[in-house]
């Protein structure tokens, strides 16, 4: 057969084993050996080609994902943080000649990421113009900023200053509801301001809660000369999110995709989260080295990825854990006056009944499960 179809006599014996769906053209060896009907089985396999991509890949699930989804990038992920060079070295630079610095952007432009998988990994290993911190604090205000996080307002006592990044800034004016420990709290961290002073803080907030910010005279001059913007990336930093982390993957995205996803996140607001999470999908879907067209499609695509995933998830819940998820989502928003509805963090002791997945012998093939969005 080999002979007869010039195809090698190891790779038919592969396809035979049924282990891997086979290529067009050892599809079509086999056709032309047993006699078969060419366009039949054209039409078989590529439908069998459509399902497979559609299955999340199994093997290799130890590899870790080149994309995260919907988390923020950590401290650790900065080897896979990419596009936001340019950013990152414009607010490395304000921290440098600025004592309280701010970011501003709209919800999902990864101002976290930037803080954490951009800003503190060239804090941890500073050049000659920034000497290393003493210490280094991320924190979120939280409902009670004050009493539940004033110690760690404290500059450690040594030599060298205490980097404070304060993320999600905004929580202030969503979970915290007491004007007067808001303020002290605010106040806290302009002591920054003070030359004499050991701290230096940089916040992230949501550029619609700007105003709320302005409420604050001191903090309001603070802002004045030591804010960057996260705004929308470039086409170019948008390709190195996408190519670069599967470079480093040793993997590689068709340039059709590649295309195609820079066509429909370029100049949409808040689309990085939901790039990153239909990229993750795809990378999941992917066959051999490659990120192609037809797993992005399979994945859901850019607005559809993460209801696909949502559903695929919820349809492996018993009544009593979807009727627990439904409540547990819901008591993670806050409903806002104006500026959407912003996230509200919920401690798992809280939730009374844990959520598990259902065994596998009972509720079929267990769906991988999103990870659980990181940023507003």
């Known amino acids: 057969m080999a002979q007869r ?4 006599a190891s790779t038919l014996s592969q396809a035979a084993a049924g282990e891997r769906l086979p290529t067009l053209s050892i599809v079509m060896a086999y056709v032309q050996a047993c006699g078969g009907d060419s366009e039949e089985w054209v039409s078989r396999w590529r439908e069998a080609a459509a399902e497979a991509a559609a299955e999340p890949r199994t093997e290799d699930e130890d590899a870790e994902p080149p994309y995260r ?15 936001r060079d340019e950013l990152t070295d414009r607010l490395l630079e304000l921290t440098r000649s600025r004592r309280f610095t701010a970011v501003f952007g709209p919800s999902g432009s990864g101002k976290s990421s930037l803080l954490r998988a951009g800003l503190i990994p060239r804090l941890r290993n500073p050049d000659r113009a920034t ?25 450690k006592d040594t030599d060298g200053e205490t980097w ?10 969503t979970l915290c509801h007491d004007p007067a420990e808001r303020d002290q709290f605010i106040d806290h961290l302009l002591t920054a301001t003070d030359p004499a002073s050991r701290l ?3 916040i992230a907030v949501r550029a619609d809660f700007l105003g ?23 086409r170019n930093e948008l390709r190195e999110a996408i190519v670069k982390p599967a470079q480093a993957a040793g993997l590689v995205v068709e340039r059709g995709l590649t295309a195609r996803i ?10 990085l989260p939901l790039m990153s999470h239909a990229l993750l999908e795809t990378w999941r879907r992917r066959k051999g080295r490659a990120l192609t067209t037809q797993a992005y499609e399979a994945a859901g695509g850019l607005n559809g990825a993460i209801a696909r995933t ?49 065994q596998r012998h009972d509720h079929g093939p267990r769906t991988p499960s999103p990870r659980p969005p990181a940023h507003p």
């Open 5 to 8: 179809t010039n195809q090698g």
């Open 69 to 83: 989804g919907l988390a923020r990038f950590e401290p650790g992920d900065a080897e896979l943080f990419f596009g």
């Open 131 to 155: 000497p290393q911190p003493a210490a280094l604090r991320v924190l979120t205000p939280g409902a009670y900023p004050l009493r539940t996080r004033e110690q760690r307002l404290t500059p």
């Open 164 to 173: 404070l990044i304060v993320d999600q800034f905004e929580e202030l004016y």
């Open 200 to 202: 230096r803080v940089v």
């Open 212 to 234: 709320r910010c302005a409420e604050h005279p001191a903090l309001t001059a603070a802002l004045q000369s030591g804010t960057a913007l996260a705004g929308p990336m470039s």
């Open 262 to 271: 820079l066509d429909e996140v370029e100049r949409e607001p808040g689309a």
């Open 310 to 358: 949502a559903e695929d998830v919820h349809a492996h819940l018993i009544p009593s854990q979807a009727d627990l998820a439904r409540r547990i989502l819901l008591r993670l928003i806050t409903p806002g006056e104006g500026t959407g509805n912003p996230r509200h963090p919920t401690a798992h002791s809280s939730h009374g009944t844990r959520l598990r997945r259902p």
